[in-house]
């Protein structure tokens, strides 16, 4: 795709998070907007899916570690075809198969059930090793928080994958600085993130725009041609990106915007394109 | 009992998991650095490549038994039931017991039996807490013979599963025609005076109480709920309609563990007098195995003896 199609259905996978998280009057846009390029671009031009047959045994996996970005990670699969564009409002709501948190048995595409932080890159290892062990040539994609790794869990799975050389596997960090209780470096900071993954034997590729489909694309392709370790790319990028109000403020961390800016959300969305 | 042979449900464990790899090869055995301990080791020493120890990292080894779950193999992941059911609760239940994935969890040293590593060791928590997990199978087989027919079944199960196996070296008590279902409870022994509800390593001790109690012209009916998850409603009612008083016996704490199961079904089915033998809401010590199950009332004669007191 070009870029400016990539953009275009950011553009729609971020309407698709502020129309669900205003229709749930719940949920986490901060650091679903951080990582809509992350997420559009691993489900639009780098993994190997196919909405029709979302269980492909051959398909590439992606396991949303930081569950509770799942409004962004329902709007790409929704962008994609997975399911219905207007269920997208049924989130958080009772009877919704777009539960808070992913439950793969309920959600189309959706490769596993996270929202517990650190578990979720564990689970991707397992993946990666279950397709080195049987000779499957599927790609696994984690996608962690930079606050989620402050989890012990996350440095037992990267000791794992590390050990293992499991190449099949990419691990992003979306280190948009901020977590619940203010920025990383206010709460206890996992940097330099990028050493730590070096230490557990990861090829690190460190992007210094992750809002930014080429810079994106070139490291996928790195981690794609990294043989004999898995690659970690530390993706730095804006909380809350794509609404003006929402940007690098902690307190949209897991908060929903009222109908007024909601309206001005999507307003502005809009005016982008 | 001093001539009737002995193994411990590990040793079952260990071994069925070999046997069960020379038919298969659809499935992958984890550990966490203890396979020594385990038996998960003569697997590895069978089928190298098919074991992947994850080290001294257990809420990991949880989630990569998920993660190879979700690609639709199988696998068993194994450490103490202490770090399995303890440490390792919330991966258990979030990255495996909520997406419902086929992992047997093959959690051996349970209960105080476990001896001289003492309290921190001594996991008389884990059925407690891997019951409260909906779509969780819990088994806690008695004997070599059980313990093996479990693996198979865990092995054909859908969904988690919870294999609770001892340390010590427990008395075989079935043959070899014996019949294995996953949820159906056997009669060990008849009996019309009382019913005698056991699992695991408590189900020989049962059996040792019954014969104690029938030199006194006490009748006991010994049942072995080898599935704690889901329960045989329709076999414990039965028998205490039939008895109308219940003593329940397993070396795990008498608070979530079966005793609180089969109270469960009989207050909402049946409800008679229940008296739970187990560990009395106390850590654990170290020592003999032998000697603590004496001293906890947890062999032949301290069960025989908590039977007699609840029928005065």
């Known amino acids: ?273 | 009992m001093a001539d009737v042979r002995k193994v411990a449900t590990r040793d079952s464990y260990g071994e069925e998991l070999v046997a069960l790899g020379a038919e298969h090869d659809d499935f992958m055995v984890l550990d966490a650095d203890l396979a020594a301990a385990t038996k998960t080791g003569k697997f590895k020493a069978a089928y190298p490549d098919r074991f992947l120890d994850c080290g001294i990292a257990e809420q990991n080894l949880m989630g990569v038994a998920a993660g190879i779950a979700t690609t639709g193999h199988r696998v068993f992941a194994s450490t103490f039931a202490m770090f399995a059911a303890g440490r390792a609760f919330e991966q258990v239940r979030n990255s495996i017991g909520y997406p419902h994935l086929h992992v047997v969890i093959g959690a051996t040293h349970a209960g105080i039996s476990v001896g001289e590593d003492g309290a921190t060791h001594q996991c008389n928590e884990d059925v407690a807490l891997m019951r409260t997990i909906p779509g969780m199978t819990v088994i806690v087989p008695s004997d070599d013979v059980e313990a093996r027919a479990a693996v198979r079944a865990a092995y054909e199960a859908d969904g988690p599963v919870y294999l609770r196996l001892g340390r010590l070296a427990a008395p075989v008590i079935h043959g070899d025609g014996y019949h294995f279902e996953v949820g159906k409870g056997v009669v060990e022994r008849e009996g019309t005076d009382v019913t005698v509800v056991a699992c695991g390593l408590m189900v020989s001790a049962a059996l040792e109480a019954a014969d104690l109690l029938a030199q006194k012209g006490v009748s006991c009916e010994v049942l072995n709920i080898h599935t704690v998850k889901p329960l045989d409603e329709g076999l414990v009612v039965s028998s205490a309609a039939k008895t109308g008083r219940v003593v329940t016996v397993e070396e795990h704490s008498v608070i979530g563990g079966l005793g609180s199961a089969v109270c469960d079904a009989l207050c909402a089915k049946h409800p008679v007098p229940v008296r739970k033998v187990g560990v009395q809401d106390v850590f654990g010590e170290s020592g003999p195995a032998l000697g603590l199950l004496r001293k906890y009332g947890l062999d032949g004669e301290g069960v025989a003896r908590s039977i007699e007191d609840f029928l005065k």
């Not at chain 1, 729609?12 to 749930?24: C, D, P, Q, S």
Request: aromatic residues 6%; glycine residues 10%; proline residues 4%.
């Open chain 1, 1 to 273: 795709m070009t870029d400016d199609e990539l953009k275009k259905v950011a553009r729609e996978v971020r309407k698709g998070i502020l129309v669900g998280t205003h229709a749930a009057k719940s949920g986490h846009p901060g650091g679903s907007l951080s990582a809509t390029e992350i997420m559009t671009l691993l489900y639009f031009e780098e993994m190997n899916v196919d909405p029709r047959n979302p269980r492909d045994p051959k398909r590439d996996r992606f396991v949303l570690s930081k569950g509770h970005c799942a409004p962004g990670l329902y709007a790409t699969l929704a962008q994609r075809g997975f399911f219905p564009v207007e269920d997208l409002a049924t989130l958080r709501h009772i009877g919704s198969y777009l539960q808070g948190h992913p439950n793969m048995n309920d959600t189309p595409g959706v490769d596993m059930s996270t929202g517990s932080l650190g578990q979720g890159i564990s689970a991707a290892v397992g993946m990666a090793i279950a397709a080195k062990h049987w000779g499957d040539d599927y790609r696994t994609y984690a996608l962690c928080g930079d606050g989620e790794i402050e989890e012990g869990e996350v440095w037992e799975a990267a000791m794992l994958a590390g050990n293992h050389a499991l190449d099949n596997l990419c691990v992003i960090v979306d280190n948009n600085n901020l977590q619940i209780d203010g920025t990383i470096e206010e709460v206890n900071s996992a940097q330099p993130i990028g050493e730590k993954f070096k230490a557990f034997k990861f090829h690190v590729v460190d992007v210094a725009d992750g809002n930014d489909f080429d810079q994106l694309r070139d490291a996928f392709a790195e981690a794609r041609a990294t043989k004999g370790a898995p690659t970690c790319i530390v993706t730095h990028t804006v909380k809350g990106k794509g609404v003006s109000f929402m940007e690098n403020q902690v307190g949209w961390h897991g908060k929903a915007p009222n109908d007024e800016q909601f309206a001005q959300a999507m307003a502005e969305l809009e005016r982008e394109a």
